[in-house]
Nanobody, 116 residues
Framework: QVQLVESGGGLVQPGGSLRLSCAAS????????MAWYRQAPGKQREFVAA???????NYTDSVKGRFTISRDNAKNSLYLQMNSLRPEDTAVYYC??????????WGQGTQVTVSS
């Protein structure tokens, strides 16, 4: 079972940038979908961005034009470049991976706080 470990979270001022990384313990080549989700305090976990094999990345509307998702199969890693951060982006960000069949895998999360 592949394990996912996120890093790169922290405290940043509004308008700032962060780059999240998700390192897999094994090959992600067979992972059809890799994505980022987030969960703000008192809210449900929500989709942020995904990269699916053979398709263009897709994003939730609130992050379009500000966030960029990418994956590097050679490094078994997933990334999320976050620019122009807003206070409403504050959340725990989770890495997600899923093969064509079978249960998805989740990371433990990394905290992102956007505040002045």
């Amino acid at each position: 079972q592949v394990q996912l470990v996120e890093s790169g979270g922290g405290l940043v001022q509004p308008g700032g940038s962060l780059r999240l990384s998700c390192a897999a313990s094994g090959s992600i080549f067979s992972m059809r979908v890799m994505a980022w989700y987030r969960q703000a305090p008192g809210k449900q976990r929500e989709f942020v961005a995904a990269v699916t094999s053979g398709a263009f990345p897709n994003y939730t509307d609130s992050v379009k034009g500000r966030f960029t998702i990418s994956r590097d199969n050679a490094k078994n890693s997933l990334y999320l470049q976050m620019n122009s951060l807003r206070p409403e982006d504050t959340a725990v960000y989770y890495c997600y991976a899923r093969r064509s069949i079978g249960d998805p895998v989740w990371g433990q999360g990394t905290q992102v706080t956007v505040s002045s």
